[in-house]
């Protein structure tokens, strides 16, 4: 599981995230991934210095009640939160924040079948760009 220190509690760190960050659909989710780099220029201004910015990466998550009620949306969120725990590894700045919205359909999906899609996401190109701009002449 995500330990709480790993997960996005505040506003302004959600509105950051789905701002500036790079999104990116998968079947099932919704994955917004803003890597915390000194040279990246944020229209939201700096993060409050009283949050850690080390340590990371963190999650936050946004079920809504079109999941379900609210055990369902329980449920999903957990088997979120081990789904971005099998996959911190993958991240290649771990200073990186991560909002994932569900979708209805993860209500029938396991934490593997989230994990995977999860991984679908780091590995596609806006997002790989995001963490490396070098890669982005390298990619073309």
Request: one cysteine or more.
């Amino acid at each position: 599981m995500v330990a709480a220190a790993h997960r996005i509690s505040r506003g302004s760190d959600f509105d950051r995230t789905l701002k500036t960050g790079v999104r990116v659909t998968t079947r099932d989710l919704v994955v917004h991934v803003l890597p915390l780099t000194g040279s990246t220029t944020d229209p939201c201004g700096p993060r409050d210095p009283d949050v850690a910015t080390v340590g990371g990466p963190w999650l936050g998550l946004i079920v809504s009640k079109t999941v379900g009620n609210a055990v369902i949306r329980h449920r999903v969120a957990r088997r979120l939160r081990a789904a971005f725990h099998q996959r911190r590894a993958d991240f290649r700045i771990p200073q990186t924040m991560m909002v994932i919205r569900a979708r209805r359909s993860t209500v029938e999906l396991s934490s593997i079948e989230l994990s995977e899609q999860i991984a679908d996401a780091l590995s596609r190109r806006r997002v790989r760009e995001a963490f490396d701009p070098s890669d982005r002449q390298a990619l073309r």
